[in-house]
């Protein structure tokens, strides 16, 4: 049973910055994963993937603010988001990418507010 575990959501100003974390645990090797988000009435949107060896994809949106990266030491993906804007304002799932299906985290809640 493979898990994914994410942390680091919550609330913050516009402007500022989080990191995410998400760790996958059980029988799983090094897998591609990646981020993404969902806003009320909003379709599911990709924010940012990695490969297992490091090359990495954005959303336009995210593209020059957000950095994904991975420690597969720790089968573990952050992302790093900087100069958050209300827009940003989301449900952030994790996913990780194998046996050709998609295994998602629970999510976590960013919310860019003043």
């Known amino acids: 049973q493979v898990q994914l575990m994410e942390s680091g959501g919550g609330l913050v100003q516009p402007g500022g910055s989080l990191r995410l974390s998400c760790a996958a645990s059980?029988?799983?090797?090094?897998?591609?994963m990646g981020w993404y988000r969902q806003a009320p009435g909003k379709e599911r949107e990709l924010v940012a993937s990695?490969?297992?060896?490091?090359?990495?994809n954005y959303g336009d949106s995210v593209k020059g603010r957000f950095t994904i990266s991975r420690d597969n030491a720790k089968n573990t993906v952050y992302l790093q988001m900087n100069s958050l804007k209300p827009e940003d304002t989301a449900v952030y799932l994790c996913?990780?990418?194998?046996?050709?299906?998609?295994?998602w985290g629970q999510g976590t809640q960013v919310t860019v507010s003043s």
């Open positions: 996913y990780l990418f194998a046996w050709g299906r998609y295994i």
């Open positions: 059980g029988s799983i090797s090094i897998r591609p």
């Open positions: 990695i490969t297992t060896d490091g090359i990495t």
